[in-house]
């Protein structure tokens, strides 16, 4: 065979691929445009769904919950937004299994076992995250925005024998810039949910290890609390939640990936393919010690 027949045998298969992706691609985006137009045609009870924080809060301030549009073009501006997100989150699930489409060929069977699970939990943390910014977080920042404002229609106080008229603050917000900051809280805690579904599945691939991880901790530290500031508001309560929870989803990760290494340990030593002399240069005197025990074992 010459090297010309060799080298048109090679981009065969490539071609093919790029042909399956191209396809793969087209599904999606297609199954996008189905999602967007579904929330495009439902994007005022969504919107109306999205501002129960808003409202929440205001109620509680004594104010109806209402929203204005500053400019002729934002309503529309608006439903593209709730549009995309919602078209995004329709479509997530056959987009992933287009996805899993491309790439499980290419596997082995015990690696589409470790992958799959990966897949399924992803949506599900972010969902979970989303949740969680949007029941938890999403009104205590509210809370703290609208509570340097004063509520009410005016009152008179007398002081003596003057009137003095108490100072009315109306609020009344953008319904984009109301948006844009429910949708950052939205999108930023799915993203941090996604953490130990990252950080397990590198570990399943022995990019990291729960040493590794544990090792930089402090640094993770840093990082959180640098991420707290910039993804909530100013208020330190906000703050301190997302620390705890991105920090505890941190330890969870730590966690999962020390269990990934115990079974894949097993799985080995039950393969005959761990070597023990791997182990007391890793671990020395845990190694020396249990080799002790095992010689006093048997001299009695």
């Known amino acids: 065979m010459s090297q010309t027949d060799e080298i048109e045998d090679s981009t065969a298969p490539l071609i093919e691929h790029l042909a399956e992706l191209r396809t793969r691609l087209i599904h999606s985006v297609l199954a996008f445009i189905v999602g967007m137009v579904i929330c495009f045609t439902v994007a005022t009870p969504i919107f109306n769904f999205l501002t129960a924080p808003l409202c929440q809060v205001l109620a509680e301030g004594g104010q109806d919950c209402a929203l204005i549009f500053?400019?002729?073009?934002?309503?529309?501006?608006?439903?593209?937004?709730?549009?995309?997100?919602?078209g995004f989150m329709l479509a997530f699930p056959y987009i992933g299994y287009q996805m899993w489409r491309f790439v499980a060929p290419g596997l082995y069977k015990s690696e589409k076992g470790a992958f799959l699970p990966f897949l399924v939990a992803s949506p599900f943390m972010f969902l979970l995250g989303a949740s969680f910014a949007f029941y938890v977080?999403?009104?205590?920042?509210?809370?703290?925005?609208l509570g340097f404002q004063q509520f009410g229609t005016g009152g008179e106080?007398?002081?003596?024998?003057?009137?003095?008229?108490?100072?009315?603050?109306?609020?009344?917000?953008?319904?984009?810039?109301?948006?844009?900051?429910?949708?950052?809280?939205?999108?930023?805690?799915?993203l941090c949910f996604q953490l130990p579904v990252l950080l397990t599945l590198m570990g399943k691939a022995g990019l990291v290890s729960a040493d590794g991880l544990g090792s930089v901790r402090k640094y993770a530290?840093?990082?959180?609390?640098?991420?707290?500031?910039?993804?909530?508001p100013p208020d330190v309560i906000t703050q301190i939640i997302l620390f705890v929870v991105v920090y505890g989803l941190y330890e969870i990760s730590i966690f999962l990936v020390r269990r990934v290494e115990a079974k894949r340990e097993a799985k080995l030593r039950a393969e005959g393919y761990y070597d023990d002399e791997d182990e007391m240069e890793a671990h020395p005197e845990e190694a020396m010690t249990a080799e002790f025990e095992a010689g006093e074992g048997k001299d009695k």
């Open 70 to 86: 500053i400019s002729p073009q934002e309503g529309f501006f608006v439903a593209i937004k709730i549009s995309f997100l919602g």
């Open 221 to 232: 530290v840093v990082a959180i609390l640098v991420l707290a500031a910039l993804v909530t």
């Open 137 to 145: 977080v999403t009104p205590l920042a509210y809370d703290f925005f």
């Open 157 to 190: 106080a007398v002081v003596g024998e003057e009137v003095n008229q108490g100072l009315s603050v109306v609020f009344q917000g953008s319904a984009q810039e109301y948006l844009n900051l429910t949708i950052k809280f939205i999108v930023a805690f799915g």
